[in-house]
């Protein structure tokens, strides 16, 4: 698959989430919505480093196995990365969802302005 299919899905998916953010008024569907941004870079950071990690092998022939190895996993590493603060942020802003609900009967965010009684 050519690089610029790949970096067009991530545009089309942070374009999707960032309009779900914008527009959804149920904080659980923005916090869906920020899920696929999320997706959205991940796939750009595996896709960069999928495309990137050749040309530099390219350019030094003479590297050794860690080398190259660092070299091509980089943007698995990130995705792992932004995985974990993805799966932390949900598991945060659900248990805040929760607190929200319990305290003013609604997850609407217009309705949750201030976190007061």
């Known amino acids: 698959m050519m690089p610029e299919r790949l970096l067009v899905l991530s545009a089309v998916l942070f374009s999707i989430g960032l309009y779900g ?3 959804r008024r149920n904080a659980v569907s923005v916090l869906m919505a920020i899920e696929i941004m999320f997706n959205g870079v991940i796939i750009a950071a595996i896709a960069v480093s999928r495309y990137v990690a ?3 092998l390219r350019a030094n022939p003479a590297a ?3 080398a190259v190895v660092q070299m091509v996993l980089t943007g698995q590493v990130f995705a792992i990365f932004i ?3 993805a799966a ?7 248990a805040i969802v929760i607190a929200v609900y319990r305290a003013r009967g609604t997850v609407d965010v217009t309705e949750v302005n201030l976190l007061r009684r």
């Open 88 to 94: 932390a942020e949900v598991a945060l802003g659900l």
């Open 21 to 23: 953010v914008l527009t």
């Open 54 to 56: 050749p040309a530099a």
């Open 64 to 66: 050794t196995g860690d």
């Open 83 to 85: 995985i974990t603060v």
